[in-house]
């Protein structure tokens, strides 16, 4: 479907990566702090092997891994959850349903245009339905070091100017808080934001 990328390459060796066993962290807060229903249908942007689509499956009804890596969404399926249904596409195919949250971890910096994600969240949403998206807060492009190779488009976020762009796309109570520090081999630590909000 699409030309392989260079999460196609990383796919069979994402999770044994030290960064995503320090992600490994994520999942737990974030249902902690932003609890999803049982009926729940939610969908994953960028799921990649399924750090988030795996630890909300068993809570909610459904979860649609949404990812254009077809190598990711491989090794998602090879863990056998039925009630994740993979989707391998762009976010800016057209997605096929509505779903009551959108949920994300470390996809979001790899999207050029911001605010037509958001605008694509909100319109995705069913109302009420609810947004938990995690990312980088801003830095000075340490964190990839190799941004161009890994199709890095933003280094981090400044929460201002990602409220502005979730606010202008319909979404309300958009809130941030820091979700994780992660400890890099560069001996920096580089925190992560959980960002909240929801359709009206
Ligand atoms: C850094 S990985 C994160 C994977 C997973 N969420 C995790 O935390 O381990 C980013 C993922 O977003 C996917 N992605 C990036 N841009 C995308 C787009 N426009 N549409 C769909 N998937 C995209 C990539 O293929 C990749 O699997």
Request: proline share 6%.
């Amino acid at each position: 479907m699409t030309t392989p990328t260079h999460f196609d390459a990383a796919a069979r060796d994402w999770d044994q990566r030290p960064m995503s066993q320090q992600l490994a962290a994520v999942p737990p807060r974030m249902l902690a702090l932003a609890p999803f229903a049982a009926t729940d249908h939610v969908l994953d942007f960028g799921a990649g092997t399924g750090l988030l689509a795996t630890a909300i499956a068993p809570q909610v009804a459904r979860v649609t891994a949404l990812d254009s890596s077809a190598g990711m969404l491989q090794v998602l399926q090879e863990k056998g959850f039925a009630n994740i249904t993979p989707l391998q596409q762009d976010i800016f195919a057209g997605l096929p349903a509505q779903y009551r949250a959108i949920v994300s971890c470390m996809a979001m910096h790899h999207v050029a245009d911001i605010a037509a994600l958001m605008r694509a969240f909100a319109a995705a949403l069913h109302p009420g339905g609810r947004i938990a998206l995690v990312d980088l807060y801003a830095e000075d492009g340490s964190f990839h070091g190799d941004n161009a190779a890994k199709g890095v488009q933003h280094l981090g976020f400044a929460p201002a100017a990602l409220q502005q762009h979730a606010e202008q796309a319909g979404l309300h109570n958009v809130a941030f808080t820091e979700i994780l520090q992660i400890q890099h081999p560069n001996g920096r630590a580089y925190p992560l934001f959980l960002m909240t909000g929801r359709k009206p």
